[in-house]
Protein backbone atom coordinates (compact mmCIF):
# COMPACT_ATOMS: atom_id res chain seq x y z
CA UNK A 1 0.00 0.00 0.00
CA UNK A 2 1.25 3.47 -0.52
CA UNK A 3 -0.97 6.77 1.06
CA UNK A 4 1.04 9.91 -0.75
CA UNK A 5 -0.05 13.31 0.86
CA UNK A 6 1.36 16.42 -0.93
CA UNK A 7 0.53 20.52 -0.92
CA UNK A 8 1.86 21.48 2.22
CA UNK A 9 3.99 24.05 2.31
CA UNK A 10 4.56 27.70 4.34
CA UNK A 11 2.25 29.84 4.33
CA UNK A 12 1.09 33.74 6.30
CA UNK A 13 -1.67 33.20 8.45
CA UNK A 14 -4.81 34.06 6.72
CA UNK A 15 -3.95 32.26 3.88
CA UNK A 16 -5.10 28.46 1.92
CA UNK A 17 -3.30 25.44 1.01
CA UNK A 18 -5.12 22.14 -0.50
CA UNK A 19 -3.64 19.37 0.26
CA UNK A 20 -3.20 15.94 -1.57
CA UNK A 21 -3.79 12.74 -0.50
CA UNK A 22 -3.42 8.84 -3.18
CA UNK A 23 -3.71 6.01 -1.91
CA UNK A 24 -2.16 2.92 -4.38
CA UNK A 25 -1.99 -0.84 -4.24
CA UNK A 26 -3.89 -0.84 -1.10
CA UNK A 27 -6.29 -4.08 -2.47
CA UNK A 28 -9.28 -2.76 -1.31
CA UNK A 29 -11.40 -0.67 -3.52
CA UNK A 30 -10.89 3.00 -2.52
CA UNK A 31 -14.68 4.50 -2.79
CA UNK A 32 -15.68 1.63 0.03
CA UNK A 33 -14.90 3.22 2.48
CA UNK A 34 -14.49 7.02 4.44
CA UNK A 35 -11.25 8.44 4.42
CA UNK A 36 -9.82 10.80 7.00
CA UNK A 37 -7.05 14.06 7.72
CA UNK A 38 -5.00 14.00 10.52
CA UNK A 39 -2.14 15.92 12.17
CA UNK A 40 0.54 15.74 14.36
CA UNK A 41 2.10 19.12 15.94
CA UNK A 42 5.62 19.08 17.05
CA UNK A 43 5.61 16.72 20.73
CA UNK A 44 1.67 16.20 20.54
CA UNK A 45 0.05 13.12 19.26
CA UNK A 46 -2.03 12.43 16.34
CA UNK A 47 -5.36 13.96 15.68
CA UNK A 48 -8.04 13.51 13.42
CA UNK A 49 -9.02 16.76 12.09
CA UNK A 50 -11.59 15.66 9.34
CA UNK A 51 -13.16 12.54 7.44
CA UNK A 52 -15.11 12.20 4.21
CA UNK A 53 -17.38 9.11 3.75
CA UNK A 54 -17.04 7.25 0.88
CA UNK A 55 -19.95 9.18 -1.44
CA UNK A 56 -18.99 12.61 -0.35
CA UNK A 57 -22.48 12.58 1.20
CA UNK A 58 -21.29 13.10 4.82
CA UNK A 59 -18.40 14.71 6.62
CA UNK A 60 -17.24 15.37 9.91
CA UNK A 61 -14.31 18.32 11.30
CA UNK A 62 -13.18 18.97 14.49
CA UNK A 63 -14.24 21.52 16.36
CA UNK A 64 -11.14 24.10 15.43
CA UNK A 65 -11.41 23.11 11.71
CA UNK A 66 -15.30 23.54 10.75
CA UNK A 67 -16.09 26.45 8.49
CA UNK A 68 -12.39 26.83 7.80
CA UNK A 69 -11.06 23.35 6.14
CA UNK A 70 -13.51 21.01 3.30
CA UNK A 71 -12.54 17.46 2.97
CA UNK A 72 -13.36 16.26 -0.68
CA UNK A 73 -12.49 12.84 -2.53
CA UNK A 74 -12.38 11.68 -6.32
CA UNK A 75 -12.71 8.01 -5.83
CA UNK A 76 -12.20 7.84 -9.78
CA UNK A 77 -8.75 8.74 -8.83
CA UNK A 78 -8.17 7.60 -5.32
CA UNK A 79 -7.40 10.46 -4.00
CA UNK A 80 -8.98 12.80 -1.13
CA UNK A 81 -8.35 16.23 -0.90
CA UNK A 82 -8.49 19.02 2.21
CA UNK A 83 -9.13 22.34 0.96
CA UNK A 84 -7.68 24.78 4.26
CA UNK A 85 -8.61 28.30 4.45
CA UNK A 86 -7.98 30.86 6.87
CA UNK A 87 -4.95 29.41 8.40
CA UNK A 88 -3.44 30.11 12.04
CA UNK A 89 -0.31 29.31 13.82
CA UNK A 90 -1.99 26.57 15.42
CA UNK A 91 -2.58 24.60 11.93
CA UNK A 92 0.94 23.97 12.03
CA UNK A 93 1.70 19.89 11.84
CA UNK A 94 2.32 17.32 9.48
CA UNK A 95 -0.43 15.95 7.93
CA UNK A 96 -1.60 12.78 6.88
CA UNK A 97 -4.46 11.05 5.43
CA UNK A 98 -5.61 7.34 5.85
CA UNK A 99 -8.74 5.21 5.27
CA UNK A 100 -11.41 4.70 8.50
CA UNK A 101 -11.86 1.24 9.09
CA UNK A 102 -15.36 1.66 10.83
CA UNK A 103 -16.48 5.17 9.32
CA UNK A 104 -16.53 8.79 10.00
CA UNK A 105 -17.62 7.68 13.76
CA UNK A 106 -14.43 6.09 14.53
CA UNK A 107 -11.20 7.30 13.36
CA UNK A 108 -8.95 5.79 15.95
CA UNK A 109 -9.23 2.49 13.34
CA UNK A 110 -7.56 3.03 10.19
CA UNK A 111 -7.04 1.30 7.07
CA UNK A 112 -3.26 1.60 5.41
CA UNK A 113 0.24 1.66 7.23
CA UNK A 114 0.90 5.76 7.60
CA UNK A 115 2.49 7.57 5.16
CA UNK A 116 5.18 10.36 5.31
CA UNK A 117 2.70 13.30 5.83
CA UNK A 118 2.98 16.93 4.34
CA UNK A 119 4.11 19.37 6.22
CA UNK A 120 2.10 22.71 6.76
CA UNK A 121 3.36 25.74 8.16
CA UNK A 122 1.57 28.92 9.23
CA UNK A 123 3.47 31.99 10.31
CA UNK A 124 2.12 34.65 12.06
Known amino acids: VEVVESGGGLVQAGGSLTLSCTVSNSGRTFGDYAMGWFRQAPGKERDFVAGIGWN ?3 SRYEDSVKGRFTASRDNARNTVYLQM ?3 KPEDTAVYYCNGLRRGLSESRSVLYDWGQGTQVTVSS
Open 56 to 58: SAT
Open 85 to 87: NSL
